[in-house]
């Protein structure tokens, strides 16, 4: 049997983090490694923050 290796599926991964990343500062919307930290952490800080509001909305 023939090798597989990942290409395919990689490429269409770093399209995905891309594309999230697009309208990011230099590095962060064009190199995949700096692309894909900042995407994480924005997407954690997202899932944070739709919890941190409803506590807020629960405070007034």
Same mark, same amino acid.
């Given at each position: 049997?023939?090798?597989?290796?990942?290409?395919?599926?990689?490429?269409? %991964?770093?399209?995905?983090?891309?594309? $999230?990343?697009?309208?990011?500062? @230099?590095? &962060?919307? !064009?190199?995949?490694?700096?692309? %894909?930290?900042?995407?994480?952490?924005? $997407?954690?800080?997202?899932?944070? @923050?739709? &919890?941190? !509001?409803?506590?807020?909305?629960?405070?007034?």
């Amino acid at each position: 049997m023939a090798r597989v290796k990942k290409g395919l599926h990689a490429k269409k %991964n770093h399209r995905k983090v891309l594309k $999230l990343a697009r309208g990011y500062y @230099g590095g &962060r919307s !064009k190199i995949f490694r700096m692309a %894909n930290e900042a995407v994480i952490r924005a $997407l954690r800080d997202s899932f944070r @923050g739709r &919890r941190e !509001k409803k506590r807020n909305y629960r405070k007034l």
